[in-house]
């Protein structure tokens, strides 16, 4: 009878000399695994403990923090996401200047730019032989200009790898009467690229595919991409569609055959290689594993669904997978209030706690950061988002330019800076201890595993010091994998063990250091009750690693007292202290936090609009149960109002107690599900309550992806005590509308 391979362990565990393929390995490492019918609970795990990232996806896994850049015709609309139908003079960009994006995004730490060479609308970037649809049909440099081109000898000038996003979704190629997407074309044999009479082609590869016209347009283009603008480094396919037609499919087979024949060092997003987070605000999981359970082998796959669950790759999930596939995660969200640039006025910017925070829990937290900057109008990016680039690059030199282990005494592979060494545990569990000759004060702590070499295999760990002559736990955390940045309050010793509580195999740890972040005063946030009371505090992250059950945010920044603003000043430490909550009429606030040592934190600033103590519902479409129309006015954006599914056109109105010039409204979705986004809408004014007027249409893009608060400003103001929201289209087709909070501005 065959052994199962949990029987064969055991004589795998007498000496690393006996493992199957590589020191410290009981079986062959792989991309993927089958799971057989013959295999047990324990050969299972013994399989994901072998599942290792491919040569471009390590690569990929070095890059930690590299940038995305949204650019085109929604630069000069102000929308989210086009239409397809935008007359390409709408670009009407005069300056480019690429070398002063790649000189901010290499201050800032980036390794590698994402350029959206052809978004949603189908408006392409680069000289395409294949489309009118793009820059060439613009005035920029008399039709000639490309910004592809320009970026990818920026990148070669200041040293950063170049990765391209291609839609799939045209909407210039569905809206298009001539367009190619969804025309119901014949699968034929064609040649790629197809020949274009005076447009050459230096890369005299062919392929021959069996696709239909849109298949064929789509693999014409990839090849230029591929062959005409250096080394691409990452493809990124988009998973979005605003719309489709004709039951268009795409043959992702031909896709990556010519990718993987013409750029073999990139990486495919949205496919096998690497996945989505599963949001585009920067939040990340507490637990990412890469080594995700499939049920079909992801080789033979052309659809690749998002994954957003919380938990992907526990014990749990692998157990009921028929493959193991390594599939890393890229942490995407914008540095600005969404991906394409509108203004410097309204379109708030993040500011470097926030941008740091993320790198700490993306880039350590076995993920990818990828930061999105959005160049303006002039071709450049802001000053603002520049400055914000600078200094979030200064504090990752400054907290990890220099390992504080690097005199240590320990391991003497996980101290060497060679990330193909690694030291090895001879059992599943384990510890590490370093000793430096003299105390260090420390509040970081990176660990990375061997994953090129051995997978990832830890699932539980701790750190303690040596304290008052014992060992003190100070941090403890799951899985590690590429890297973890455990994150705590300062402490000071020359002692720190590392201790492996749980694994899938034995772990192979490759590097370990220790670092010093210097403390800042917090991030502030803003809220107001109902009735405009205001109270200031210290920014609440959605995701926060808890030592002990303590809020490290309150840990590391004790001390310190708040100054604010509400005349549109920049508060300084000389304005008004907030001690207490206080009435906040219409308009906005500026606040820092100031610390002992005198240290300013990030100023934090938000506008307020007209207090709801007064308002009422005085009509609306429906309701369920629990979610009541007076949720959308309560000043509480984790209640809601939901429609019954009665259809898109769904209603509210309001009284605001008295007659206000308007200037705006903001819509804030419910965050709960993906139901009942506002896609488009109109607002109505009324002097009686009962005849209305139709006072402006509105539109907000990508809202499932990315549902936050949304402003609309009017194109002049509008005089009203009575307000009728009403929905024209939800986002999803949904038939039910929520709203978890109205503003309206003066």
């Not at 690569?59 to 015709?73: N, T």
């Not at 938000?606 to 000043?635: C, H, N």
């Amino acid at each position: 009878m065959k052994k199962p391979i949990w029987a064969l362990l055991l004589c795998s565990l007498v000496s690393t000399a006996a493992h199957a393929q590589g020191r410290g390995n009981a079986l062959p490492v792989r991309n993927t695994y089958a799971i057989e019918k013959s295999d047990k609970d324990a050969d299972k795990i013994l399989k994901a403990a072998h599942v290792v990232p491919t040569a471009s996806q390590y690569q990929a896994l070095g890059h930690e923090f590299i940038a995305f850049i949204h650019f085109g015709p929604n630069t000069f609309t102000r929308m989210e996401w086009g239409n397809g139908m935008e007359d390409p003079s709408i670009f009407d960009l005069k300056n480019l200047d690429t070398d002063q994006w790649c000189a901010s995004m290499k201050a800032a730490g980036m390794k590698m730019v994402i350029l959206t060479v052809k978004h949603h609308d189908g408006f392409v970037l680069w000289q395409s032989r294949y489309t009118g649809h793009g820059i060439m049909s613009t005035s920029f440099r008399d039709g000639k200009g490309d910004v592809l081109k320009d970026l990818s000898a920026s990148c070669r000038k200041y040293g950063l790898k170049l990765g391209v996003y291609l839609s799939p979704a045209d909407l210039y190629q569905i809206e298009n009467p001539e367009g190619l997407y969804g025309n119901q074309s014949a699968y034929s044999k064609r040649t790629i690229p197809r020949d274009i009479p005076g447009r050459p082609f230096k890369n005299k590869t062919k392929f021959q595919f069996e696709v239909d016209d849109y298949n064929e347009y789509f693999l014409n283009q990839l090849f230029e991409l591929l062959t005409e603008y250096g080394p691409i480094h990452e493809v990124w396919f988009d998973g979005a569609h605003p719309k489709t037609k004709g039951g268009q499919k795409y043959n992702y087979a031909a896709w990556r055959e010519l990718i993987k024949k013409l750029a073999p060092e990139a990486v495919i997003f949205g496919k096998e290689d690497i996945r989505w987070c599963g949001n585009e605000s920067g939040n990340t999981r507490s637990t990412e594993w890469n080594v995700i359970p499939y049920e079909s082998d992801p080789a033979g796959l052309s659809n690749f669904p998002d994954l957003t669950k919380e938990d992907l790759g526990s014990r749990a999930q692998l157990l009921k997978s028929n493959f193991l596939h390594y599939q890393q995660a890229e942490t995407n969200t914008s540095i600005r209030e969404g991906w394409f640039y509108r203004d410097d006025t309204h379109q708030k910017v993040r500011n470097a706690d926030d941008v740091f925070d993320i790198y700490e829990r993306s880039a350590g937290g076995n993920s990818t950061f990828l930061l999105n900057i959005p160049p303006n109008r002039e071709g450049k990016f802001s000053a603002e988002d520049v400055s914000v680039l600078q200094e979030v690059g200064k504090r990752i030199r400054d907290t990890y330019g220099t390992n504080l282990l690097k005199n240590a005494k320990g391991p003497k592979e996980t101290l060497d800076e060679d990330p193909t060494t690694f030291t090895l545990l001879k059992e599943n569990t384990g510890e590490l201890i370093f000793t430096t000759p003299t105390p260090i004060t420390v509040n970081c702590f990176v660990i990375q595993e061997a994953v090129r070499t051995n997978g990832e295999r830890i699932e539980s760990h701790a750190l303690d010091i040596w304290s008052e002559g014992q060992w003190k736990e100070i941090a403890k955390a799951t899985n590690v994998g590429y890297k973890r940045i455990l994150r705590f309050p300062e402490v000071q010793s020359d002692r720190f063990r590392l201790r492996i509580l749980e694994s899938r195999y034995l772990p192979a740890i490759s590097s370990i250091g220790a670092y010093y972040s210097p403390t800042r005063p917090p991030q502030l946030m803003f809220t107001r009750d109902i009735n405009g009371m205001l109270t200031i505090k210290p920014l609440e992250h959605e995701f926060g690693w808890k030592p002990h059950g303590e809020d490290i945010l309150k840990n590391l920044n004790m001390n310190y007292v708040i100054h604010y603003t509400l005349d549109g000043s920049t508060p300084t430490p000389q304005s008004p202290v907030y001690d207490q909550p206080f009435l906040m009429k219409p308009g906005t606030i500026k606040a820092i936090a100031v610390d002992k040592n005198k240290m300013i934190g990030a100023i934090a600033d938000q506008t307020f609009g007209i207090s709801k103590a007064e308002w009422k519902v005085i009509a609306l479409s429906s309701e369920i149960e629990k979610r009541s129309g007076k949720m959308a006015i309560d000043a509480d954006a984790k209640s809601y109002w939901q429609t019954q599914s009665t259809g898109q056109n769904q209603y509210i109105a309001l009284d605001l107690g008295k007659a206000y010039q308007l200037s705006s409204f903001a819509y804030t979705p419910q965050r709960a599900h993906a139901k009942g986004m506002m896609a488009k809408g109109l607002i109505k004014v009324s002097n009686d309550g009962q005849n209305w007027t139709l006072a402006e249409q509105f539109e907000f893009g990508n809202l499932i992806n990315d549902p936050t608060m949304r402003t609309y400003r009017f194109k002049q103001k509008i005089q009203a005590r009575y307000i009728r929201i009403e929905s024209t289209e939800i986002a999803g087709a949904d038939q039910s509308l929520a709203i978890a909070e109205l503003d309206f501005y003066e």
